[in-house]
């Protein structure tokens, strides 16, 4: 197990690698240049063979990048054109924003999808299954800015800002800034709408690939046998089937991680929320090369990581997955 | 619908690929009747047709020009002159809706063809061939696939620069096309993986068909159904996936009308104008959803394991 942990670790490198450098080489093909981010419209050309010299633009892509690279193993990540501040300093204000954004809407993925797909596989084929796919069918077809919007709508617009439209307030304990107020019910009030906005298309997916695993695994013959001998329902269920029934949605959640990064910037674009997402796309649009790279790294290895972590869920589901 | 022969090919394919399947009546009419017996598949199929009406026939069916502003009447309230009300410029929002849906569905469907036309040859020669072609096909494949989809769509977008009218829209396709057609390529691989095996290749190799006819009259025909319903559900993805381009300012331009776009023009609105950043996301949602419906359901018809 720990050899395996390790060398997985070790693959890491390459993939962020690779995906690094494709951003570095994407980002560069990119016409116009940050010099207009820098001086804005009116520059004379000495000024910007200036900017570029400072912030080695002058050099072949391959050289910036491993120059990149060297100044990243030493720790600088380098500086932000758009805020002056040194990208791994961003990087570690906004990333709790956005990783309780994400890790919040799978836990409201999970809490609708598991009881729903519980439902619907037990009682198929009545009205009870039919509203639990038919909802699912609804939420698979609603993005999420619009299920957002829709939460804006009842939340903030009718209800008259029970909940705050915009901004955000950090957990106490997770702010890295020396001057910021934590708190816990302004937290909540602040994350739950962007995470039930990013969570229910989730929830709508997994629910329909739970209940159709779930179906298959309640007609094994060790389910059977469970019966047989005599176990109560909830146990056979939520024991012998969920547990393998959970496998394959396992692997589907890992693989949707990469969505809820994408759909991060979606979310806090439309709550205004101050995250990854928001610092990402800023950056892609503004050419702000330094940060775009902060995001591409983080990005790349959150996803790395989670993908390791999904693959060591499989041994906790299922004891005879072993890894050597 | 058009949808219906290549239906039938694709069963034609399946029973092809069980040659021991023992049925009267033919898999055409057979999955014909399972997708009419689908009443919410049918939902799906009418929805998505009366889609395509609307945007063929969007420059009749609009009350007004969706683009044309009127200072006199910005914002109102739906009435009998504005069903939908009016944007901040004074523009109808049901003639805007009306219009937005050429975006949508040209976009969808544009591109779900692109990433196919691309991604179906590679697939088949990564699969039929293997070796180092596989291996090279396959690895720059992963690498589309290691990007979170949206960022990836994002950074393309940006690459493009995003404009008005057709080219515009021609930007946007490409950079959707892009990301999914890795997809296609993966799909059409796994498939061509296990029918290259069959005794009927084997039997067209032993007669001496050349390589090009064996792929695209044997090989492909037999992997047409699970290419149909992910082409079907992909629309409805690239749907979403170009909504969120406008939203995030990133797709096609203004004064081209996208439903993305004024949902993202008007949520600025939402506590005076409530109502007006609802219609383009129930336009996007209903669309979204006629194609998932009849996915699902040509799914089902095409493949009755899967259900």
Not at chain 2, 12 to 39: D, W
Not at chain 2, 253 to 279: C, E, M, R, Y
Request: with cysteine.
């Amino acid at each position: 197990m720990r050899t395996y942990v390790l060398r997985r670790l070790i693959e890491i490198v390459p993939t962020i690698l690779m995906i690094t450098f494709v951003v570095f080489v994407m980002m560069r093909s990119i016409p116009g240049d940050p010099v207009v981010a820098l001086l804005g419209d009116a520059y004379t050309e000495e000024d910007a063979v200036k900017v570029r010299t400072e912030y080695g633009l002058d050099k072949p892509i391959l050289v910036q990048y491993v120059i990149w690279l060297g100044k990243l193993v030493q720790g600088d990540w380098g500086t932000s054109i758009l805020s002056g501040r040194p990208v791994l300093k961003d990087v570690m204000v906004r990333f709790p924003v956005t990783l309780e954004l994400i890790v919040l809407s799978m836990a409201v993925a999970l809490a609708i999808a598991i009881p729903a797909a519980i439902i619907g596989a037990l009682r198929q084929n009545t009205w009870a299954d039919y509203s639990a796919t038919s909802i699912a069918m609804i939420g698979v077809s609603i993005p999420e800015f619009f299920a957002g919007v829709l939460l804006l709508l009842i939340f903030s617009v009718a209800m008259h800002g029970t909940l705050p439209s915009s901004g955000w307030i950090y957990l106490p304990g997770t702010c890295p800034m020396l001057v910021c107020i934590g708190s816990v019910w302004g937290n909540a009030m602040h994350v739950l709408m962007p995470a039930i906005a990013l969570g229910i298309g989730r929830a709508a997916l997994l629910t329909r690939l739970l209940r159709a695993s779930m179906l298959e695994v309640i007609r094994t013959e060790y389910v059977t046998t469970a019966r047989a001998k005599g176990l109560a329902e909830r146990p056979v269920v939520l024991k012998h089937a969920l547990k393998n029934a959970l496998i394959p949605t396992v692997t589907v959640m890992g693989l949707q991680v990469g969505f809820l990064i994408g759909g991060a910037i979606v979310v806090e674009t439309l709550f205004a929320m101050p995250g990854l997402g928001t610092f990402g796309i800023d950056a892609i649009i503004a050419r702000d090369y330094q940060q775009v790279q902060g995001f591409a790294l983080i990005t790349a290895f959150a996803f790395v990581m989670i993908n390791l972590i999904v693959d060591l869920t499989y041994s906790v589901l299922d004891p005879r997955i072993r890894y050597a | 619908m058009s949808t219906v022969p290549d239906a039938g090919v694709a069963a034609v394919g399946a029973l092809e690929a069980q040659s021991r399947s023992t049925t009267s009546e033919s898999p055409l009419a057979l999955a014909l009747r399972r997708l009419r017996k689908n009443k919410t598949a049918l939902v799906g199929a009418a929805i998505a047709a009366i889609l395509v009406v609307v945007a063929i026939f969007a420059d009749v069916l609009a009350p007004q020009s969706p683009i044309a502003s009127d200072q006199r009447h910005t914002f109102e309230t739906p009435s009998r002159a504005y069903p939908l009300g009016t944007d901040q410029l004074g523009r109808d929002m049901l003639s805007r809706i009306v219009h937005g849906s050429r975006i949508s569905l040209a976009v969808g469907v544009a591109s779900v063809l692109l990433a196919l036309f691309v991604g179906v040859p590679f697939g088949l020669i990564a699969g039929f061939y293997g070796g180092r072609i596989d291996t090279v096909i396959m690895r720059v494949m992963d690498l589309i696939l290691a990007f979170p989809i949206y960022l990836l769509a994002i950074i393309l977008m940006v690459i493009f620069t995003p404009t008005a009218g057709l080219i515009g829209t021609i930007k946007v396709v490409g950079a959707i096309a892009i990301v999914r057609i890795p997809i296609y390529a993966r799909l059409v691989r796994g498939s061509v993986l296990s029918i290259k095996e069959k005794e009927y290749i084997e039997a067209c190799r032993a007669l001496g068909v050349r390589d090009p006819s064996i792929l695209f009259h044997h090989v492909l025909p037999n992997s047409l159904a699970p290419i149909i319903v992910t082409t079907t559900l992909g629309i409805a993805t690239s749907i979403i996936v170009e909504a969120t381009l406008s939203f995030l300012g990133l797709g096609t331009q203004p004064p081209t009308p996208s439903w993305g776009w004024d949902l993202k023009a008007n949520v600025a609105f939402i506590h005076q104008n409530p109502w007006l950043s609802l219609f383009p996301g129930l336009a996007i949602f209903v669309t979204v959803l006629g194609f998932n419906l009849f996915g699902d359901g040509l799914r089902d018809a095409l493949d009755p394991r899967m259900k």
